[in-house]
């Protein structure tokens, strides 16, 4: 049980990915999170949907029956503080072991959230090597791409996040897209989509105004399968700390993720080509920084 934002559910990936083979998984969780994940477990349920509010009552309703899937193990990472939801769940499933885990691990430990939950699900009794699971994360997708030998060329930039302290201000990015069409004056950069999500709304007037350069289009809120397949097909992904550049790296696409008063030791995107920069403002040399990092991708392509 996992009912969180969407790059908070993907770090459940690396585990998935080592379990599937072995454990009969159902996800339980938020969309798209759970979504996306589907294709990797045995069943997704909306935490979202009918039945599950039932678990933070303080009295069970017999005449409003709830039936939670029959398993072996509960694996929840929830907050429970005066632990209802902990005795509903032992009352509903009697014959299930239930573990509750915090959502995160302590900033002091130090620890990647992807590596986190995967140790937790070892201590919950499931047959999984937590270490293993991150490096195999960072060798190859841990999501399928759709055909990945197409001719890609619309690089992603996405100038947001859930977060607005994580994020460099708009004029930046203009400066950044700028930057990076002069600079290398061929594809994949004559052709690119800014991707605007719900959270970006405000930014729409702002890039329609402001974009002086042809070729580049502006996406707004696309549905989910146009997305993944938008990030399959791109050469290149620059993004901050969000959903979208987790989703990005661990379809394989090349990464750039700028980090801003959010830790990378716990969130850095988790795929075979990533390049992470973490500075608190725009200073001169960031555009120059993304430039070799981009480079260096590109390079490697």
């Not at 990472?77 to 009352?91: A, Q, Y």
């Not at 060798?139 to 791409?145: A, E, S, V, W, Y």
């Not at 696409?253 to 403002?281: C, D, M, Y």
């Not at 725009?282 to 993304?290: G, H, K, M, Q, R």
Request: glycine share 6%; proline share 10%; charged share 20%.
């Amino acid at each position: 049980m996992r009912p969180s934002a969407l790059g908070d559910t993907l770090m459940l990936m690396p585990a998935i990915a080592q379990l599937r083979d072995s454990t009969e998984i159902v996800l339980v969780g938020r969309s798209p999170g759970i979504d996306i994940i589907s294709p990797y477990v045995n069943r997704v349920m909306d935490y979202e949907g009918s039945g599950w509010h039932r678990l933070f009552a303080d009295n069970l309703d017999a005449d409003h029956a709830f039936s939670p899937p029959q398993v072996d193990s509960v694996v929840a990472f929830l907050s429970d503080p005066d632990g209802s939801v902990n005795k509903n769940l032992k009352t509903y499933l009697p014959d299930t072991s239930v573990h509750f885990f915090p959502a995160f691990p302590p900033e002091e430990a130090h620890l990647h959230v992807a590596l986190y939950l995967a140790q937790c699900l070892k201590s919950a009794g499931l047959p999984i090597d937590p270490e293993k699971s991150l490096e195999d994360a960072s060798r190859g997708p841990l999501l399928k791409r759709e055909n990945p030998d197409t001719e890609k060329e619309k690089i992603v930039f996405h100038p947001g996040s859930g977060g607005r302290g994580k994020n460099h201000p708009p004029e930046f990015w203009l400066e950044l897209i700028s930057a990076l069409n002069s600079h290398f004056l061929s594809p994949p950069f004559s052709k690119a989509i800014i991707l605007l999500g719900p959270a970006e709304e405000g930014l729409r007037a702002f890039f329609t105004t402001n974009l002086r350069i042809e070729g580049i289009e502006i996406l707004f809120a696309p549905e989910l399968k146009q997305l993944q397949w938008i990030l399959t097909q791109a050469p290149l992904y620059v993004g901050h700390d969000s959903g979208i550049t987790h989703l990005a790296a661990m379809l394989g696409t090349p990464t750039v993720a700028l980090f801003k008063n959010s830790p990378v030791h716990q969130w850095r995107p988790l795929g075979p080509a990533v390049k992470v920069i973490q500075s608190e403002g725009p200073p001169p040399n960031l555009i120059s920084e993304i430039i070799e990092k981009v480079t260096s991708l590109l390079t490697r392509r």
